[in-house]
C-alpha cells in the first residue's frame, strides 16, 4: 500500500517567517494531496490540495508544489502568524478513495 | 466545506463489551465514509473506507470482526467495536465523501474511547 513520510515533526519559527512541511509518497497511482491542519482536541481541516495535474497551487499565504516525477510535495506557509500553531498532516490518496496520512508536523510559530 | 457528526464524542466502557460509534453527514449525501484511529500526537491511521451499500474494505492489519463498519445510507456510517479491550481505547474518527465533492473529505469530531 501507500507509504507517506513528513518531515519535519515539529517546526518553531518567528512570527512573519515562512515554514515548508515536505511530504514523500510511495505510490504513483496517488492523483490527489491534501493537507489538513489540526489543532489540539479538534478535527482534522482541509486547508489546501492538489491534483497530480497541477504543479503548484496557491492560496493567500499558503502554497503548495507537487513534483509526481520524484513523488514529493511541500506545504509552504508565508508570514506565519502564532495562529498557524498546529499540527499538520499531508495526505495522498487515488482518487479519494483511500487516504494515507504522513506521520504530522506540529508548527509553532513564535510570537 | 460540509458538516459530518460523530456521536458519541466521548465514551467509557468495560472490557468485553461493545460500543457503537455513529458518523453522520449533514448536508450532503456521503457516498464514500473513512474510519481512523488516531493515537496521542499520532497520525491518522485509515482503518477502512466504507461504501453506501457495500461491505467496507479494511486496511492490512484492521480485524474486520473487531471493528465491524456498516453504511447502510448516504448519511450514516457506523463503526461497532466488539468486545472491547483496553488495547482498543483511542481517538476515532471518521470523514465523509461524496460524488459532489471531487476528492475532498469531512471530518467527524471524533469519539474518545476508553475501556477499563
Known amino acids: 500500500g501507500e507509504n507517506v513520510e513528513q518531515h519535519p515533526s515539529t517546526l518553531s519559527v518567528q512570527e512573519g517567517d515562512s515554514a515548508v512541511i515536505k511530504c514523500t509518497y510511495s505510490d504513483s497511482a496517488s492523483n490527489y494531496f491534501p493537507w489538513y491542519k489540526q489543532e489540539l482536541g479538534k478535527r482534522p481541516q482541509l486547508i489546501i490540495d492538489?491534483?497530480?495535474?497541477?504543479g503548484e497551487k496557491k492560496d493567500q499565504r499558503i502554497a503548495v508544489t507537487l513534483n509526481k516525477t520524484a513523488k514529493h510535495f511541500s506545504l509552504h506557509i508565508t508570514e506565519t502568524q502564532p495562529e498557524d500553531s498546529a499540527v499538520y498532516f499531508c495526505a495522498a490518496s487515488i482518487n479519494g478513495n483511500q487516504f494515507y496520512f504522513g506521520t504530522g508536523t506540529s508548527l509553532t510559530v513564535i510570537p | 466545506g460540509a458538516v459530518v457528526s460523530q456521536h458519541p464524542s466521548r465514551v467509557i466502557c468495560k472490557s468485553g463489551t461493545s460500543v457503537k460509534i455513529e458518523c453522520r453527514s449533514l448536508?450532503?449525501?456521503?457516498?464514500?465514509m473513512f474510519w481512523y484511529r488516531q493515537f496521542p500526537k499520532k497520525s491518522l491511521m485509515l482503518m477502512a473506507t466504507?461504501?453506501?451499500?457495500?461491505?467496507?474494505?479494511?486496511e492490512q492489519g484492521v480485524e474486520k470482526d473487531k471493528f465491524l463498519i456498516n453504511h447502510a445510507s448516504l448519511t450514516l456510517s457506523t463503526l461497532t467495536v466488539t468486545s472491547a479491550h483496553p488495547e482498543d481505547s483511542s481517538f476515532y474518527i471518521c470523514?465523509?465523501?461524496?460524488?459532489?465533492?471531487?476528492?475532498?473529505?469531512?471530518f467527524g469530531p471524533g469519539t474518545r474511547l476508553t475501556v477499563t
Open positions: 470523514s465523509a465523501g461524496g460524488r459532489e465533492r471531487g476528492h475532498e473529505q469531512y
Open positions: 466504507s461504501n453506501e451499500g457495500s461491505k467496507a474494505t479494511y
Open positions: 448536508d450532503f449525501q456521503a457516498t464514500t
Open positions: 492538489i491534483r497530480s495535474n497541477v
